[in-house]
């Protein structure tokens, strides 16, 4: 069996006892190293204090789940690990003729690509959803630099954003057997490389670093925005690529229009591309993705609970691969074979999960906010468009993210009528289907709920 | 708990303790806290930030025992600025009240179980004494030669090599690199095997900080995870950075081309002056000649203009042109003590070594930056 996933599951079922702080705190980097025929189970934790704190105060917690997901473990044993094993090995390259500080010898870094080689395009699930995000990834990787540049590809969480981009930098790699340097980032460890670089005045190690590649990825270029210096600094580093026609490829959760705190210049540049989006994938996408991650895995499971998941899931494909995951533990562990009623209780578990921390005033709030008006708008009588049509998203919400009933929702929003609530939440969900920029609306909020 | 304590003491032990609170990556609110209790008859203050604890025992009249663990940033303000000498603490409930004769206030608290326990070390470690100016003054000299970096985490801290009968500390962040030995007759231990470990960055820092005790000794106990550090009322417990150190002895240059021999503050002097006119790689031209009476050090800008200075100096060997960076290089000159440095070049592409000319116990070593 596998420790990892054994150890996982145990989180899964301590993280909902403790507070977040202190599960973070203390059970960050934590693994499940051994268990052995007597019962016991070794438990690795990254330093002395947090190992202190485990073993005297979570110890009970810790038991009572491990042995609650396997019977045989009966004690714990808790070691201090190192940290992070080794990753970056010093290595001698011959030097390229730079004219700024040079290191001391034997002690260079290695330059690497950042990219994740899980990542391939043959494990990508294309349907109508994405298959012009899709094509677009083929037309660069063949033509690199030069179709499309930048390649701009936006969409919600868990659409598959990283993974088609994080695939393109893989391929380009392989086909072009390493001639062509790639670089994957996400825009945080960018603006992290900015600060330093200020702090350190050392500007020119930045551009030295970023402006000598041939295919620059960029992850979640949203958080950019608002950063200045980091602003400026991927602007002229964008600037200097594109001329050179070096190849561009960024992600984003909204198209460039919506990020608000982005800079007029910057905006046009990516506008100057080939934007495509990824949106939520349909009822046949999402069985072909449940296919697919079954064979990767070499598991099978019956179609009714495929099917099931199928349907239950839409918004998340992330969150399909963790329900499978959690089912085929089940079918090892415990030795069952999963039934519909199981996997029933993990998805519902799952879609709670998310909810649980949400309270009805948060996602009023959040509503409110995003159309700048204030929450107690809502609950007049008011029919003015601009207040109608928040007025209906909340109630939405309330429905979706927190399974409220109608008249509870009603009674929420004024004292109206549950039929009222009924039409409010039926009317969203059908527009949402059709109308993209509502769609959009909603995920906006969605987050900053998510957020708060 | 309830206590009588003085102003004087109380805010040594602040001091002492006040760097570690809050200053984790941690979200946990009561790391912002440090525990206040009465052990054993002693009162004892200890924070941490989960990478590195102090400890620190304060003298006072306890009047009953207890605990408490209240937000170090208010309290810190509060002895700041209060004027009377004594002061009197209890704790009521979760909260701690402060009373002098004409003021009171109350702090909020939280319960001291919710304090992160400290952990320590077992019993029978093997511990070294050592002079407690030696350890001051070796971490001082290596510590500005690194700099904390995210792509090497065994490069932030400081190399503490035992080789039974000398200790090396060095450091690096990769363009230059410091070491300084001490040497067997400043300590004592009854470990007989060499250990190479790495001490993180901050705890060196903290250590030079409020280790203070002059001709005392500190005491160094460490196992494969953990390093602690003892003095008297002190007590610094820290994790240890894991990873190999680079092994940097190949790059220790042996021998010299050029050879140079000169007054340390005038080149100090030199090297504030230069900047003046560099841009953004802090470029500074360095240049030294056979029997030539002089250095010169250079530096120029497009927008603002140049400048040079010469300084007296001893030199043999070949005439060279060095560029260095010149915050490296002032970094590594001003942790010499003595009067002179003696610098050794070897060309204007390999490193150049800087030492004291009568002292081996120490050299700063610095990678020139290419010349364009």
């Known amino acids: 069996m596998d420790l990892n996933q054994l150890w996982q599951s145990t989180l899964g079922e301590i993280e909902l006892q403790i507070s977040r702080p202190n599960f973070l705190t203390w059970l960050k980097n934590s693994a499940l190293i051994n268990k052995d025929d007597q019962g016991m189970a070794i438990v690795g934790l990254p330093n002395n204090f947090a190992k202190e ?53 034997e002690i260079k870094i290695d330059q690497e690509t950042n990219l994740n080689p899980k990542y391939t395009l043959s494990s990508f699930v294309v349907g109508s959803s994405n298959e012009l995000s899709y094509a677009a990834s083929t037309a660069v990787i063949k033509e690199v630099g030069k179709k499309y540049n930048p390649l701009f590809i936006y969409g919600g969480t868990g659409l598959g954003k990283t993974h088609l981009i994080q695939a393109i930098g893989n391929e380009i790699k392989n086909k072009y057997k390493n001639k062509i340097k790639v670089k994957y980032v996400s825009s945080e460890k960018f ?23 041939d295919v620059l990825i960029i992850d979640d270029i949203q958080f950019i925005g608002g950063k200045e210096r980091s602003e400026e600094e991927f602007f002229h580093t964008f600037n200097i690529l594109h001329e050179n026609n070096k190849q561009i490829i960024i992600s984003s959760d909204r198209p460039p229009a919506a990020i608000p705190t982005l800079e007029a210049r910057l905006r046009s540049r990516f506008e100057g591309g080939m934007i495509t989006d990824v949106s939520y994938p349909d009822y046949e996408m999402r069985l072909a993705i449940i296919k697919t991650k079954l064979q990767e895995k070499e598991k099978i499971l019956p179609d009714e609970i495929s099917d099931f998941i199928a349907h239950k899931i839409q918004r998340n494909v992330r969150e399909i691969e963790g329900i499978l995951n959690k089912i085929i533990f089940y079918q090892e562990v415990k030795n069952i074979e999963p039934t519909i009623k199981i996997a029933e209780e993990i998805v519902g578990n799952i879609l709670q999960q998310s909810a649980k921390n949400i309270t009805p005033q948060q996602v009023i709030k959040a509503v409110a906010d995003f159309y700048e008006i204030v929450p107690g708008d809502f609950i007049n009588r008011s029919r ?9 998203i909340s109630a939405f919400l309330l429905r979706d993210l927190l399974s409220m009933s109608y008249p509870d929702i009603g009674e929420k929003l004024g004292k109206r009528d549950h039929s009222t609530v009924i039409h409010s939440y039926e009317k969203i969900s059908r527009e949402m289907n059709k109308n993209h920029s509502l769609n959009q609306k909603i995920i906006l909020i969605k987050e900053n709920i998510y957020k708060n | ?15 002492s303790v006040g760097r570690v609170a809050g200053d984790g990556a941690s979200a946990l609110p009561i790391l912002k806290n440090f525990l206040f209790e009465t052990v054993d008859g002693k009162i004892k203050l200890s924070a941490t930030n989960l990478e590195l604890a102090i400890t620190c025992f304060v003298s006072g009249k306890i009047i009953e025992d ?3 663990t209240i937000p170090l940033g208010i309290f810190n303000s509060i002895i700041g600025n209060l004027q009377s000498e004594r002061i009197s603490l209890e704790t009521e409930n979760d909260n701690l009240v402060i009373k002098t004769d004409n003021y009171e206030a109350k702090i909020q608290g939280i319960k001291k179980e919710e304090f992160p326990i400290i952990p320590s070390m077992a019993n029978g ?16 000299f290596v510590v500005g030669a690194a700099q904390v970096s995210e792509l090497r985490p065994e490069m932030n801290g400081v190399l503490f090599d035992f080789g039974t009968n000398m200790v090396k500390l060095a450091a690096t962040d990769s363009f230059r ?59 610094m417990i820290s994790r240890l950075v894991s990873g190999d150190f680079p092994e940097y002895q190949p790059i220790i240059p042996q021998d010299a081309e050029t050879e140079v021999v000169l007054d340390k503050n005038e080149l100090v002097n030199a090297l504030k002056l230069a900047s003046s006119f560099t841009d953004r790689l802090n470029e500074v031209k360095f240049s030294a000649g056979d029997k030539s009476k002089s250095v010169e050090v250079f530096s120029s800008s497009h927008n603002l203009g140049e400048n040079k200075y010469l300084i007296p100096a001893k030199a043999k060997g070949s005439s060279v042109e060095v560029v260095f960076n010149w915050r490296f290089f002032l970094d590594g000159l001003k942790s010499f003590n003595s009067e002179n440095v003696k610098i050794g070049l070897n060309g204007d592409d390999k490193p150049a070594i800087i030492k004291s000319p009568n002292d081996n116990s120490c050299f700063y070593i610095l990678m020139p930056i290419k010349n364009s």
């Not at chain 2, 206590?3 to 040594?12: A, D, G, P, Q, V």
């Open chain 2, 66 to 68: 207890g605990g408490i």
């Open chain 2, 125 to 140: 470690v093997a511990s070294m004494d050592i002079d407690l100016e030696s350890v001051r003054g070796a971490f001082s």
């Open chain 1, 53 to 105: 704190w485990v073993a005297n105060k979570y110890h009970k917690m810790i038991l009572t789940a491990l042995h609650s997901l396997d019977e045989s473990i009966r004690k714990i044993d808790y070691v201090v690990v190192d940290e992070k094993k080794q990753i970056f090995r010093a290595s001698v390259k011959s030097s390229p003729s730079q004219d700024h500080q040079s290191a001391l010898p």
């Open chain 2, 177 to 235: 690199l410091a070491e300084m030995t001490i040497s067997d007759s400043r300590f004592k231990t009854e470990i007989s095997e060499p250990f190479r470990i790495i001490i993180p960055l901050k705890t060196i820092n903290e250590v030079v900080r409020i280790f203070k005790g002059v001709g005392e000794k500190i005491t160094i106990q460490f196992d494969n995870n953990q390093i602690l550090f003892r003095d008297g009322n002190l007590e």
């Open chain 1, 384 to 392: 003015k468009k601009r207040i109608v049509e928040p007025r209906q």
């Open chain 2, 1 to 15: 708990m309830k206590l009588i304590i003085l102003k004087t003491n109380l805010k040594e032990g602040l001091d």
């Open chain 1, 191 to 213: 603006v992290n490389d900015v600060v330093w670089a200020i702090r350190n005045k050392r500007m020119d190690d930045i551009k030295e670093k970023y402006r000598n590649i």
